[in-house]
């Protein structure tokens, strides 16, 4: 009897229940038995797992977050913590892992079945979106979907308050959401960590505006982009297992906000969207992809092919090799990124 372990690792996101439930159902198809790994790799390490069943994955499609729990746990950033993971593998007879996460957590996968033989299948999740080798990873049109709807929002109040107003978005190294959410909810200005920005650039852009009598203006900044001439608060705490620091802390917005009303004279606000952009239900093309990723993930298994992420290619599910999908990060297209500077 095949026996197959699922977890959720790192920021959670809408569609990972569907991608839970599509590995699952095809896993309970094939007569595989499946364990949920609660929390991430801290599940491993700490040989907390549930039996899940067609009852225990009903019902879930369309709720956010994760029935599994998630932790943002290395189980390499201590060498004991990976003896426990092994060790919880050989005393649950684990055939195969599919591990559902952005590059942190199939980092580990990698890591596993590179230097320790685990048998891994992974599949890309985070909103960042910003896996290399799949177009698309769960989470991320969600996420763009409520950046666009409170971009919406934001116009009429910027509108009739006569405001400028820099909306902050997640985006550690990539600025994905910040150019999608912004070209769909048309945004007049978009900073991303890919393309540091100088603060006089922008505010120059706003007066043209203004002097086009356009007496409003949205401005979204990714939270990890660089402002070349303006200084942004950088202790930012302690890193996390992976090395991460809470950009939350650099309060960007505020800053930006701050400098443009000082140099410009236009009354200007910040909002922070957060976490409310992992929150909700997924899309219907979360749901799609979740659940298309997630089939493939155990179908590997079944093929007896590991050391594979499921990824999105033009409209096909493919297998892509993680130590590739690991080798480096999925940054924004430049072509995307000049598409937005048409609009602004
Ligand atoms: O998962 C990536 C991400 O969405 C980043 O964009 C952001 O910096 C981070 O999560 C914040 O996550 P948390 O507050 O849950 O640690």
Redesign the pocket.
Known sequence: MTRIGVLTG??DVPGLNAAIRAVTRRSLEYGFDVYGIRNGWAGLVDSDVEPLSMKSVSGILHIGGTMLGSS?TNPFKHARDLEKSLRTIKELNLDAIVAIG?EDTLGVAERLYREHGVPVSGVPK???NDVWGTDYCIGFDTATTTVCEALDKLHTTASAHHRALVVEV???HAGWVAVVGGLAGGADFVVIPEAPCSINKMCEHLRRRYAMGKHFSIIVVA??AQITDMPVNEDLGEA?AFG?V???RRGLSETVAREVERQTGFETRSVVLG?LQ?GGSPTVFDRLLATRLGVRAADRVKEDMFGYMSALQGNQIIDVPLSEAMSRMKTVDPTLYQLAEIFY
Do not use: K, Q
């Open positions: 790192g920021g943002r952005g985070t909103m960042d997640m985006g550690r939270e990890g996390d991460h809470r950009l939350d976490h992992r």
